[in-house]
């Protein structure tokens, strides 16, 4: 069964950094890009960061840049997310998801598998 | 930046259909999308580019695109449809999620 796992998330003060991992199984991660998306209590969907599997690098979300870094381990299957100078508009339950890609091993651009999220709360 | 515009809400009786709607300029030349997140739980895909329906998922959903709109139908709703409901796009190499619709089904 594929599968994606959230870890980091929790309590942080302002301007601090928190990192954000996510796991995956049952399937090649290697061949896939995947993506950071956030939800603020109450609030919709925002997306994060992009990281592209071999065709490409990290993208993100212009109120992040800067802040944030994306980067995948492909021989641990993990995709990371660290966070700097958090402030009180970064709190919310991050997810980590999943694009699928065609024959060549490139990226559709949605997200065909979601994790359960990790929630940040950047609070003193 | 480009932003995605849905009705914040839609009711429906049971049976009924449902239509949510999803505006963006030049949407008709972007795939579109749809997710459906229940309380408490993750989203998931409903509809991909414009109207593909992923396995599993019902066929009273479907979706549809004519020229800066896109659009989500569930037919014959259900109970368990209600959700909040997000379409999403790609633009200038980054994922745009709608604004959300909540549908009630009573």
């Known amino acids: 069964e594929e599968q994606l796992l959230e870890s980091g998330g929790g309590l942080v003060q302002p301007g601090g950094s928190l990192r954000l991992s996510c796991a995956a199984s049952g399937f090649n991660f290697a061949n896939y890009a995947f993506s950071w998306v956030r939800q603020a209590p109450g609030k919709g969907l925002e997306w994060v960061a992009l990281h592209y599997n071999l065709y490409g690098g990290p993208r993100y979300a212009e109120s992040m840049k800067g802040r944030f870094t994306i980067f995948r381990e492909d021989s641990k299957s993990t995709l990371s997310l660290q966070m700097n100078t958090l402030g009180a508009e970064d709190t919310a339950l991050y997810y980590c998801?999943?694009?699928?890609?065609?024959?060549?091993?490139?990226?559709?651009?949605?997200?065909?598998?979601w994790g359960r999220g990790t929630l940040v709360t950047v609070s003193s | 930046s480009y932003e995605l515009t849905q009705p914040p809400s839609v009711s429906v009786s049971p049976g009924q259909t449902a239509t949510i709607t999803c505006s963006g300029d030049?949407?008709?030349?972007?795939?579109v999308s749809w997710y459906q997140q229940k309380p408490g739980q993750s989203p998931g895909l409903v509809i991909s580019e414009n109207h593909k329906r992923p396995s599993g998922i019902p066929e009273r959903f479907s979706g549809s695109k004519s020229g800066n709109t896109a659009t989500l139908t569930i037919s014959e709703a259900q109970a368990l449809d209600e959700a909040d409901y997000y379409c999403?796009?790609?633009?200038?190499?980054?994922?745009?999620f709608g604004t959300g619709t909540k549908v009630s089904v009573l």
């Open positions: 999403q796009a790609w633009d200038s190499s980054s994922y745009v």
């Open positions: 998801a999943k694009s699928p890609t065609d024959n060549a091993g490139f990226s559709y651009w949605y997200f065909d598998l």
């Open positions: 030049k949407l008709w030349d972007k795939y």
